[in-house]
């Protein structure tokens, strides 16, 4: 239960950081959102057993991979880059590698 909270504030997060400094599409926000959401459905459907654990496992990996790609090369990821704004990167930066490495771990 705690993840489906706190995963999508992050996305929530990331928007907001980008939209203090510029005008960035709601539909970024949305496509990350239901990414995040469909990473943890599809996640805890298998491990939960209501469908195949592999199953499960690829659907939520390949969200998780888009919203890594959203991130690094995705509209996110060239709003931040075409940034000058250095405590926006930095924010940006730290939050991008939790969602790589610390999301990797779970």
Known sequence: ?????????????????????RKVPTSMFWRLLVASLIMLIFGYLGEAGYISALL?????????VYILFELFSGEA???????????????????????????AIY
């Open 1 to 21: 239960v705690d993840w489906l909270i706190t995963v999508p504030l992050q996305i929530v997060e990331f928007y907001l950081i980008l939209s203090a400094v």
């Open 56 to 64: 499960g496992w690829i659907i939520g990996t390949a969200a998780w």
């Open 77 to 103: 990821g060239k709003a931040m880059k075409s940034s000058g704004d250095k405590p926006l990167k930095t924010a940006f930066t730290a939050m991008r590698m939790i969602v790589t490495v610390g999301w």
